[in-house]
């Protein structure tokens, strides 16, 4: 078993700045990649930011600028910074854990971007 453990969302003011975590538990080998997908009302889940185990990221051009993903390999845990928050960036934002035998979801933390 596998558990994603999300914590950092919450509600800020558009400009402001928030830091997502995500720590991976469990029978875990071979992770290709982690990222951060979110899913506002209303829309399909999109990706925001992936990292892969050697440290290459890949960003939705919406974000590109402005958050910055990161990892601890140690800890299987992967960050998300988000500066400059605009109010379309409102939703829930879910960690994704991609291994070579399986992919596993967190349960998402709501960020609120609001005046």
């Known amino acids: 078993q596998v558990q994603l453990v999300e914590s950092g969302g919450g509600l800020v003011q558009p400009g402001g700045s928030l830091r997502l975590s995500c720590a991976a538990s469990?029978?875990?080998?071979?992770?290709?990649?982690m990222g951060w997908y979110r899913q506002a009302p209303g829309k399909q889940r999109e990706l925001v930011a992936v990292?892969?185990?050697?440290?290459?990221?890949n960003y939705a051009d919406s974000v590109k600028g402005r958050f910055t993903i990161s990892r601890d390999n140690a800890k299987n845990t992967v960050y998300l910074q988000m500066n400059s928050l605009k109010p379309e960036d409102t939703a829930v934002y879910y960690c994704?854990?991609?291994?070579?035998?399986?992919?596993?979801w967190g349960q998402g933390t709501q960020v609120t971007v609001s005046s």
């Open positions: 994704k854990l991609m291994t070579t035998a399986f992919d596993a």
């Open positions: 469990g029978s875990i080998s071979s992770i290709n990649a």
């Open positions: 990292i892969t185990s050697g440290g290459s990221t």
